[in-house]
């Protein structure tokens, strides 16, 4: 079984649609959690921290549930800008220090 | 943010030879540095964590002596790829952190790697 589970997608979705992306991990000591976009041929960025309080930013927000083991990230209003892999991300438990990537989900926004 | 820089950014070799990838932490000290690869359609796989000035830790079934890590300096780690082949062609991402504040890590823009 993977560390972190997401679904590979794609998600196709018009313009201005609200989409929602889901994770599983594992690892029931992982302590970070993190929502990473990656463009093709690039670099993961960095798009949010997850916490279990729920934490939004602008259009994107982003949900830790502990119990289940279960992250989400729903972004709303869609832009074709978000056209991206979305990579869920866990830090930490068994002393790992590095992050613990899913495959990602490919969103396709479409005009 | 922080940065990081990757060098090469892209390189195309003949099977057999080695190449040496360089990642650079411009303008923090990287205490910490990752190395991960990534082969298409599939996530970030970590292959080794390293320490200015020792040993790098290897995750289980990478090839220490096939990929070699030196993080001789707070600011510069590289790996070297030996005796590359076809099957090493990838995307290759260094990652480096700090030890102030909440210790984020930094991601290179990655070497593409393709053996032919």
């Known amino acids: 079984r993977k560390e972190v589970e997401q679904d590979p997608g794609p998600f196709n979705v018009p313009e201005g649609a609200t989409v929602a992306f889901n994770c599983t991990y594992s690892n029931s000591a992982s302590q970070s959690f993190f929502w990473y976009r990656q463009d093709c041929r690039k670099e993961p960025k960095l798009l949010m921290s997850v916490y279990s309080s729920g934490n939004e930013d602008g259009r994107f927000t982003a949900q830790l549930n502990r119990a289940s083991q279960y992250i989400s990230l729903l972004i709303r209003d869609s832009k074709l800008s978000d056209s991206a892999t979305y990579l869920c991300v866990v830090k930490g438990g068994m002393g790992r220090r590095a992050l613990t990537f899913g495959s990602g989900t490919r969103l396709q926004v479409q005009p | 943010g922080a940065v990081v820089s990757q060098h090469p950014s892209r390189v195309i070799c003949k099977s057999g030879t080695s190449v040496k990838i360089e990642c650079r932490s411009l303008d923090f000290q990287a205490t910490t540095m990752f190395w991960y690869r990534q082969f298409p359609k599939q996530s970030l796989m970590l292959m080794a964590t390293?320490?200015?000035?020792?040993?790098?830790?290897?995750e289980q079934g990478v090839e220490k002596d096939k990929f070699l890590i030196n993080h001789a300096s707070l600011t510069l780690s590289t790996l070297t790829v030996t005796s590359a082949h076809p099957e090493d062609s990838s995307f290759y991402i260094c990652?480096?952190?700090?030890?102030?504040?909440?210790?984020?890590?930094?991601f290179g823009p990655g070497t593409r790697l393709t053996v032919l």
């Open positions: 990652s480096a952190r700090g030890s102030v504040g909440a210790g984020e890590q930094f």
């Open positions: 390293s320490n200015e000035g020792s040993k790098a830790t290897y």
